[in-house]
């Protein structure tokens, strides 16, 4: 158990360095709780999708992989269960933590500013693939995007790898 904690820590960060433009943001802040409306939706894209085969580029369908529908079923159970689930970082490094009543307040009060939302990890194939939701907001607003992904490590680091259900505000 306490090396999926440290892996779910590892892939927070990850997540939380990774940066659309690293020049120009500057505080980042984080909720410690998904915002489970948000979720839900995704969660119901991929509930009603017969799929089991994802691609990680829909177009070029290059790399693929393919879920059984156990492994399905308790990623999105566990998802759904991560509504429930508080990060509790050992190292919250400069991070700012929100309130989910004071999002638009954070995002307003600088523009630079940037604020992600992530879930819980969900580990599936012996720890080497990870589910994750997350949602990264910038700008001085409610802009960014959303998706609910799977993710490798390469090199040490989580990337991600395929999307299952994604979105932009």
């Known amino acids: 158990m306490t090396s999926q904690t440290t892996e779910s820590e ?6 939380i360095d990774y940066k659309l433009n690293p020049d120009k943001f500057s505080d980042i ?4 709780k998904v915002d489970f409306g948000m979720l839900e939706y995704h ?29 399905k079923k308790y990623l999105i159970s566990e ?3 991560s509504e429930n689930y508080s990060w509790d970082l ?12 004071n999002i638009l307040e954070f995002l307003k009060a600088d523009k630079k500013r940037e604020l992600k939302i992530i879930s819980k990890p969900i580990f599936i194939r012996n720890g080497k693939v990870a589910c994750v939701f997350s949602v990264h907001l910038c700008c001085g607003h409610i802009y960014g995007y ?6 490798k490590k390469t090199n040490g680091k989580w990337e991600r790898w395929i999307r299952m259900s994604e979105g932009a505000f």
């Open 43 to 71: 969660l119901s894209n991929i509930k009603k999708d017969s799929t089991l085969k994802y691609y990680d580029n829909r177009i070029k369908k290059s790399d693929s992989i393919i879920l059984s529908i156990g492994e």
């Open 146 to 151: 959303v998706s609910i992904s799977l993710y």
């Open 79 to 81: 998802l759904n269960a």
């Open 10 to 15: 590892k892939l927070f960060w990850d997540l």
């Open 90 to 101: 050992t190292d919250k490094k400069e991070l700012i933590k929100v309130e989910q009543k």
């Open 29 to 32: 802040g984080y909720l410690d």
